[in-house]
C-alpha cells in the first residue's frame, strides 16, 4: 500500500538550534517527494520537492531534504531554527503517470526562544 | 500577482444546509484539486478537475459535488448529505495533472452549527 508517514506528531526545539523532520514513504513507483510547510489557518507553501538528480535538494527559509531510496526516507533538516519557522509540515509523494499526492500526517513543529 | 484565492475564510452552516465553497486561480492551470483537513490527519482529495468540463472523484467525495464550468473556477458545495462537513477545505492547482507541484489557496473553515 502507498503511505507516507511522519513518525513525529510534535517537535519542540530551542531557537538556533537544528532541525531534522522525518518522513518515510511506501510507493511501488519511482516517488516524486515533496515538503510543505503550513501556518495556523494558512494554505500549505512549498518548501521543497525532489523528482530524481542530486538526492540532496535545497529549498527556501533555509531548508534541505535528503532522498534516500534505500531507506525510504525523505527528512528535512535546517540547521539553524529561527522563530518564525514554527509551523506544521506536511511531507508528500506523487508518481510518474499519477496525479495524486499521498500526505503525511504532519508534524507540528514548536520553536522556543 | 497570479495565486489562488478560496472564499469565505470561514463559512457557518446549520445542518441540513448545502453551501458552496469558492476556489479561483489566475495562474492558468488546468489542473484543480479540492481536498478536506481535519486535525491529526493528512489532506484528503475530495475531488479534482483536469479540464473545463471534467471532473473526477476522489477518496472522500461523498456528500461533496463540483463543477468546472470555467478554467479558473472550481467550487466546491458542500451538501447535506455529508455527515461530518465541519473541517478546513484547500483547493490547489497545478500545470497539468501531473505529480507537478500543486499551489494551495488559503483555505476555508467551514463549520456546521
Known amino acids: 500500500a502507498q503511505s507516507v508517514t511522519q513518525p513525529d506528531i510534535h517537535i519542540t526545539v530551542s531557537e538556533g538550534a537544528s532541525l531534522e523532520l522525518r518522513c518515510n514513504y511506501s510507493y511501488g513507483a519511482t516517488p516524486y517527494l515533496f515538503w510543505y510547510v503550513q501556518s495556523p489557518g494558512q494554505g500549505l507553501q512549498l518548501l521543497l520537492k525532489y523528482f530524481s538528480g542530486d538526492t540532496l535538494v535545497q529549498g527556501i527559509k533555509g531548508f534541505e531534504a535528503e532522498f534516500k531510496r534505500s531507506q525510504s526516507s525523505f527528512n528535512l533538516r535546517k540547521p539553524s531554527v529561527h522563530w518564525s519557522d514554527a509551523a506544521e509540515y506536511f511531507c508528500?509523494?506523487?508518481?510518474?503517470?499519477?496525479?495524486?499526492?499521498?500526505f503525511g500526517t504532519g508534524t507540528r513543529l514548536k520553536v522556543l526562544a | 500577482d497570479g495565486g489562488i484565492t478560496q472564499s469565505p475564510k470561514y463559512l457557518f452552516r446549520k445542518e441540513g444546509q448545502n453551501v458552496t465553497l469558492s476556489c479561483e486561480q489566475n495562474?492558468?492551470?488546468?489542473?484543480m484539486y479540492w481536498y478536506r483537513q481535519d486535525p491529526g490527519q493528512g489532506l484528503r482529495l475530495i475531488y479534482y478537475?483536469?479540464?473545463?468540463?471534467?471532473?473526477q472523484k476522489g477518496d472522500i467525495a461523498e456528500g461533496y459535488s463540483v463543477s468546472r464550468e470555467k478554467k479558473e473556477s472550481f467550487p466546491l458545495t458542500v451538501t447535506s448529505a455529508q455527515k461530518n462537513p465541519t473541517a478546513f477545505y484547500l483547493c490547489?492547482?497545478?500545470?497539468?495533472?501531473?505529480?507537478?507541484?500543486?499551489?494551495f489557496g488559503p483555505g476555508t473553515r467551514l463549520t456546521v452549527l
Open positions: 508528500a509523494v506523487g508518481g510518474s503517470g499519477t496525479y495524486k499526492y499521498i
Open positions: 490547489a492547482s497545478s500545470i497539468d495533472l501531473s505529480p507537478d507541484t500543486q499551489y
Open positions: 495562474l492558468n492551470h488546468d489542473a
Open positions: 478537475s483536469q479540464i473545463v468540463n471534467d471532473f
